[in-house]
């Protein structure tokens, strides 16, 4: 159990913690006293690779308030993610290894890059543990973000978290509260980018297995539109199958092995629609205005569908789906549920009929049509 769910469920330690910050946010007070701030931002984006897409319009939408650059800590694998929007130069990529204690206390090093830059306001759009061991001795004038309410006190501007849909607006809210009065809707579309010669690029593969739809239905669909449609498989190397990728390459079935996120994003920027499950790299083709095909199962769409007229999503509907919250009750598949019934229900036809419609209204071409 992830700690902060775990503070989340048991009002003692969640007391506890907050009572615990106190002492480090009456020394930050001291700190600021005594310590001549710089005039940089830094923000605060130790997300995975879709969450760190849905930071992207909150951060964007930073940029325009502040009309100038400011830093982005992050972790390495998702560096590429910003670098499509940021200057390379302002981002700083962590590893894993630089937080210690499973991804929670900040190390040495990115304490002392930020205190490198000795920023005036620090942006948090992590709003998790790991964030506030940062937080903890920051000097920053002003410290703005989302939190979890024992974490409250190390903000200036604090943002709650927010429980209901879309996760976009969990960071937006930040923006929302640091720069009110403006209308930020329009942040959430990403600019379309139609290839209609490219690929139909499917991802099998998902964050865990509740969200993957069986690859034989995958390696089926893809067989069956690939009579018509130029098709292409992107992975992780080594997650797919030797026996598998034998079997696509005989109908002339492209896979894709990428060892990097950079490698992911060059191979997708080649393709016309993203079939995938609800994944990082179906949100990753969105933020490159690929247009979007998602199979959700166990998760709820409303969270997390891209925003705009080129995204598509097909969920088999079944009693125990999610409906006003994030995951179902088996913590999205992952506690407890052994059948998978709302993946395993849907169909290849039900993915073909859906998926075909939305092919023709892309205005993809036929294979034979390309040129």
Known sequence: ?????????????????????????????????????GAC??????HKLGDSVFTL?????????????????????TKPIYELYFKEDYITGFSHSDIRFNN????????????????LHIYDFTGSVTSASLLL????????????????SLYTLPVPIRKKPHILDIYLDVIRKAFPGQDYESYKVFQAHRNPDGYILIHPFAGWAAKEWEM???????????????????????????????????????VFETKTITELINVTKKSSLMFSNDSGPAYIANALGIPTFTIFGPTNPAF???????????????????????????????????????????????????????????????KNAVK
Do not use: W
């Open 1 to 37: 159990m992830g700690i902060n769910k775990l503070l989340g469920e048991n009002k003692f330690l969640s007391a506890l913690a907050g009572v615990a910050v106190l002492p480090f946010s009456v020394i930050r007070v001291i700190k600021r006293l005594f310590i001549q701030q």
């Open 57 to 77: 319009p909150a951060l964007r939408a930073l940029h325009d308030n502040l009309k100038k650059d400011f830093y982005i800590f992050c972790f390495e694998e």
């Open 137 to 152: 001795t920051a000097a920053a004038k002003e410290v703005i973000g989302i939190h979890e309410s024992y974490y409250s």
């Open 304 to 366: 997390h569908i891209p925003y705009g007229s080129s995204h598509r999503y097909v969920q088999k509907k079944i009693k125990c789906s999610p409906a006003d919250e994030k995951y179902c009750f088996t913590d999205g598949g992952r506690n407890g549920c052994y059948s998978f019934e709302c993946m395993k229900q849907l169909t290849v036809d039900d993915i073909l009929n859906s998926i075909s419609a939305f092919i023709k209204e892309l205005g993809i071409n036929s």
């Open 216 to 254: 034989e239905k995958f390696i089926e669909a893809a067989k069956a539109l690939s009579v018509n449609y130029n098709i292409a498989f992107v992975a992780q190397s080594g997650l797919m199958k030797r026996e598998d990728i034998a079997e696509l390459d005989k109908k002339g079935i492209v």
């Open 41 to 46: 931002t830094v923000a605060l984006c130790f």
């Open 104 to 119: 929670r206390i900040v190390g040495k090093q990115i304490r002392n890059k930020l205190a490198s830059l000795n920023p």
